[in-house]
């Protein structure tokens, strides 16, 4: 089954605490990207990867750091949480001049 | 760069009766045009998606959507709502230039009752 996959689903942290969220999508899509969705402010793109080792930032990528070392991996890393990026994060995948999007079941994170 | 507006944060309506959900978008450039569904405690589900022809998309579940590019628009509508359809509702566009990112409006949250 084509999906986007990521873990945990629900975290919650302290404030400086390093933490990472993983995203995997087993369609050999090249073009991955994270989104945080706010209340009143629908979903805002913080990093997204055109391919393998090619990243770049979206609307709001401070305080957020992600890689791309293997086409199907995503990872969003958030070397010192603060109480402002709590929020619902999703993980995104789409092939190259394919442009539907396929959303992973996103992650609740909480910082103390 | 490119930007979407939904103009309701919340539409009340009653089971069978027919919804538009409103989304006006603004763009330099050609764009393609998506709604998505957000279920409670759920990631996003593509509903429809405009990229090019016919300017009215049926989609999943009842939805239909069409395209005015005169007036920029892409609304949604469903004859006759059921209560499953309750949900968040998200239009988006993106273009095939520059970072192709999807860019979301702020969602319209579809309250249908008894």
């Known amino acids: 089954e084509a999906q986007v996959t990521q873990n945990p689903r629900y975290l919650i942290t302290v404030t400086g605490k390093k933490l990472t969220v993983t995203c995997s999508q087993n369609m050999n899509h090249e073009y991955m990207s994270w989104y945080r969705q706010d209340p009143g402010l629908g979903l805002r793109q913080i990093y997204y990867?055109?391919?393998?080792?090619?990243?770049d930032k979206g609307d709001v990528p401070e305080g957020y750091k992600v890689s791309r070392k293997e086409k199907r991996n995503f990872p969003l890393i958030l070397e010192s949480p603060s109480p402002n990026q709590t929020s619902l994060y999703f993980c995104?995948?789409?092939?190259?001049?394919?442009?539907?999007?396929?959303f992973g079941q996103g992650t609740r994170l909480t910082v103390v | 760069a490119q930007s979407v507006t939904q103009l309701d944060s919340q539409v009340p309506v009653f089971e069978e009766a027919p919804v538009e959900l409103r989304c006006n978008y603004s763009s330099s450039v050609s764009v393609y045009l998506f709604w998505y569904v957000q279920y409670p405690n759920q990631g996003l589900q593509l509903l429809l998606k405009y990229l090019s022809g016919s300017t009215l998309v049926k989609g999943i579940n009842g939805f239909e959507a069409e395209f005015n590019k005169s007036q920029t628009s892409f609304h949604l509508r469903k004859p006759s709502v059921h209560i499953s359809d309750t949900a968040e509702y998200f239009c988006a566009v993106t273009t095939d230039t520059g970072r192709r990112a999807l860019t979301f409006g702020s969602g319209t949250r579809l309250q249908v009752q008894p």
């Open positions: 995104a995948s789409r092939a190259t001049g394919h442009t539907e999007a396929f």
């Open positions: 990867s055109m391919n393998v080792e090619v990243t």
